[in-house]
């Protein structure tokens, strides 16, 4: 018969402040790590193929506005190299340590985007740059979720697991907030010529300050107590990789699914449609950064209350109905969308908002319940990079493609239905872990 760990029967640390820093660690990093993503994808869809793809965009600009898209996926490509390194070392000299290391990664590589020379400057080296730079973002985004995931649910509570692993997935609209209202800022208060010849840097610079909060607030952040625990006993997996690839094969493949349709249709929220909007539609930059600020709101609102109904009524219900919701908008959506009535864009990218809400809050409760504690971030990381490829990677170069070939939006709606599907169907298939012990359990 198998007892409870330590861990389990603690449920957490004792003081709310140490809970406080927790959350406030995971939040930060995961806000930065996207922030810095989210600048790269929102001035993918608007400026930077005439910056760094300038000829092509002469000649081509369809093409050149696919393959633009196609440097957001190149970084996915590398999110697994990342989960593996970061979730290899995680499992076995900390949480802590590898969190500090990929947000510094990540800060580093933004802030050298921001001074890249454009095509015109160094021509073909210029690209050439600006992919070495979206791959080292790649990786570190692939390590930096799951240590953010495994700090915040190992810390919580037995009955708030779901709402503390909400924390380090509000810094996806967190980050989408700052980085949308910075340019929509930017985008008011100077000309497009200015914001063309070196406004777009800006916000690429500033990621250097935010850098410097979340180094400092993540150094104070105890070590996960489950990690604790398996340094106490010496069973940290000296190879997570070899384990969880020869034992847990079924757990990253439900874990890989349940992401698909979350992450592909939260990468047209933050990319296709504002270049959509913007460039097909011809609806106002400034009007369309402003709605998607606002539908951000919806996100952040949405995630935690899908964290916290997790608790409540079970990870599984949870996520089905956040992906029933996301299913049933999406001919509705672009329905409302091509109306060209910002009020409409709006209101339609608000109610994806709550269907993507509930099916991403209860994700890293669902994922580390999922895992044994001597593989679990190796397990939790693999699986959110493999989703985030299959999904998120070229959800809008797959979108622009369907479009143009098409000609009709509800084509785009009908691909991300059949990935709810998949995704659905993965979590049936992993079953309801609410609950489960997260600690080492010992016979």
Request: proline content about 5%.
């Amino acid at each position: 018969m198998t007892t409870p760990s330590l861990v389990d029967s603690l449920a957490g640390p004792s003081t709310r402040r140490e809970e406080r820093k927790v959350l406030a660690g995971t939040l930060v990093g995961t806000t930065i790590e996207w922030y810095d993503f989210f600048i790269f994808a929102q001035l993918t869809g608007t400026l930077l193929s005439p910056l760094f793809l300038t000829p092509l965009q002469a000649s081509n600009p369809g093409l050149a506005q696919i393959l633009s898209f196609a440097l957001i996926g190149i970084s996915f490509l590398f999110r697994p190299l990342g989960a593996i390194v970061a979730g290899h070392l995680g499992d076995r000299l900390g949480r802590k340590a590898m969190l500090v290391f990929t947000l510094l990664m990540m800060g580093a590589a933004t802030a050298l985007i921001g001074m890249l020379p454009t095509y015109n400057d160094i021509g073909v080296w210029a690209p050439i740059l600006l992919i070495a730079l979206r791959i080292v973002q790649g990786f570190s985004a692939g390590g930096e979720w799951g240590g953010a995931a495994l700090m915040a649910v190992e810390h919580a509570p037995l009955n708030k697991r779901g709402l503390f692993g909400a924390y380090p997935q509000i810094g996806v609209p967190v980050g989408m907030i700052l980085a949308t209202g910075l340019l929509f800022f930017l985008n008011s208060s100077m000309s497009k010529e200015d914001f063309a010849a070196w406004g777009w840097r800006v916000p690429f610079l500033l990621s250097i300050v935010l850098i410097a909060v979340g180094y400092l607030i993540r150094r104070a952040v105890a070590e996960s107590p489950v990690f604790k625990e398996m340094a106490a006993r010496k069973e940290a997996s000296k190879a997570p990789l070899g384990e969880l690839i020869r034992k847990h094969k079924k757990a990253v493949l439900y874990s890989t699914m349940i992401f698909i349709g979350n992450n592909a249709a939260g990468y047209l929220l933050i990319a296709f449609f504002i270049s959509y909007a913007t460039r097909t539609l011809k609806m106002p930059t400034p009007q369309i950064l402003l709605a998607t600020t606002l539908a951000s709101f919806g996100w952040l609102i949405f995630t935690l209350v899908g964290g916290w109904l997790s608790d409540r009524i079970g990870r599984v219900k949870t996520f089905l109905i956040g992906y029933g919701i996301v299913f049933a908008w999406m001919i509705p959506m672009f329905a409302l969308i091509d109306t060209k009535d910002i009020l409409l864009y709006g209101v339609a990218l608000f109610v994806l908002t709550i269907g993507l809400g509930l099916s991403y809050g209860p994700m890293s409760a669902m994922y580390a319940e999922m895992f044994p504690a001597n593989v679990r971030y190796s397990g939790i990381s693999i699986g959110y990079a493999f989703g985030a490829i299959l999904g998120g990677a070229f959800a809008a170069t797959i979108a622009e493609s369907l479009l143009q070939s098409t000609k009709w939006t509800g084509s785009i709606g009908i691909y991300i239905m059949i990935l709810c599907v998949i995704s659905a169907a993965g979590v049936l298939l992993a079953k309801e872990t609410k609950g489960r012990p997260l600690g080492i359990s010992h016979h």
